[in-house]
């Protein structure tokens, strides 16, 4: 998911720099989501692992 996000990201970067502000605007908003989603899940894992408590 974090891939997808860093795929968007330069979608809009390159979008910016040839001047198609539209789909510059779009695909940062899409990665901002994408990374927002992959930010939580993250959180969660990080959160449920510390919860179960299990240790090598």
């Given at each position: 998911m974090?891939?997808?996000?860093?795929?968007f990201?330069?979608?809009?970067?390159i979008s910016g720099?040839?001047?198609f502000t539209t789909i510059?605007?779009?695909?940062?908003e899409i990665a901002t989501?994408?990374?927002y989603i992959f930010l939580i899940l993250f959180v969660i894992a990080l959160v449920f692992g510390l919860l179960t408590g299990r240790r090598v």
């Open positions: 974090l891939r997808w996000a860093l795929i990201f330069i979608i809009a970067i720099l040839l001047g510059a605007g779009v695909a940062i989501i994408i990374f």
